[in-house]
T-cell receptor, first 116, second 114 residues
Framework: AQTVTQSQPEMSVQEAETVTLSCTYD???????LFWYKQPPSRQMILVIR??????QNATENRFSVNFQKAAKSFSLKISDSQLGDTAMYFC?????????????FGTGTLLAVQP | DSGVTQTPKHLITATGQRVTLRCSPR?????VYWYQQSLDQGLQFLIQ???????AKGNILERFSAQQFPDLHSELNLSSLELGDSALYFC?????????????FGPGTRLLVL
């Protein structure tokens, strides 16, 4: 079975501080991509960052970076210099490719609250 | 704005009824996905269409069906509605089938079954 586990249902961080959200996944496939999506109170799903599993280099997007540990099947998200606008539900997801579908498989989410 | 549109934004209906949710993908995108977000099941993949053809099915109930039309818009039909069908239904689109392609999500349709 293909699964994503986010073990932190809720987290809180002070503005300007750094926070790390955890994610582990399980798949027997070799070809896959990993994603972090953000869902603010508006409920819109917004892509934060993505990682190609075949790349060893960790992806970065401005204040967002990942720590991808392929052997451990771990994909954590680090948010630096947290801002109030980062308050949202964060979902870790992955998709395999080369098969019939590239559907996304999501974790249960981590609700992040950035405190002023 | 992702470029994916969904209508209606909100829908309130009664048990046993039938509703249709509509999705227009981003210009040029051929693949459409439907996802359901509920409190007890989280975000789940329902079904995918690519260029008019069904590509994959997930945990989609037999009471639910979908199609993608020649102009690439898609509709999700939910029938014999039950209270448990209350959820946020997302449509997403991408150009093709490569896993790295970003799936752009619409704003969702919030369905409440009373």
């Amino acid at each position: 079975a293909q699964t994503v586990t986010q073990s932190q249902p809720e987290m809180s961080v002070q503005e300007a501080e750094t926070v790390t959200l955890s994610c582990t996944y399980d798949t027997s496939e070799n070809n896959y991509y990993l994603f972090w999506y953000k869902q603010p109170p508006s409920r819109q799903m917004i892509l934060v960052i993505r990682q190609e599993a075949y790349k060893q280099q960790n992806a970065t997007e401005n204040r967002f970076s990942v720590n991808f540990q392929k052997a451990a099947k771990s994909f954590s998200l680090k948010i630096s210099d947290s801002q109030l606008g980062d308050t949202a539900m964060y979902f870790c997801a992955f998709t395999t490719y080369g098969g019939a579908t590239n559907k996304l498989i999501f974790g249960t989410g981590t609700l992040l609250a950035v405190q002023p | 704005d992702s470029g994916v549109t969904q209508t209606p934004k909100h829908l309130i209906t009664a048990t046993g009824q039938r509703v249709t949710l509509r999705c227009s993908p981003r210009s040029g995108d051929l693949s459409v996905y439907w996802y359901q977000q509920s409190l007890d099941q989280g975000l789940q993949f329902l079904i995918q269409y690519y260029n008019g053809e069904e590509r994959a099915k997930g945990n989609i109930l037999e009471r639910f069906s979908a199609q993608q039309f020649p102009d690439l818009h898609s509709e999700l039909n939910l029938s014999s509605l039950e209270l448990g069908d209350s959820a946020l239904y997302f449509c997403a689109s991408s150009y093709g089938l490569a896993g790295i392609e970003t799936q752009y999500f619409g704003p969702g349709t919030r369905l409440l079954v009373l």
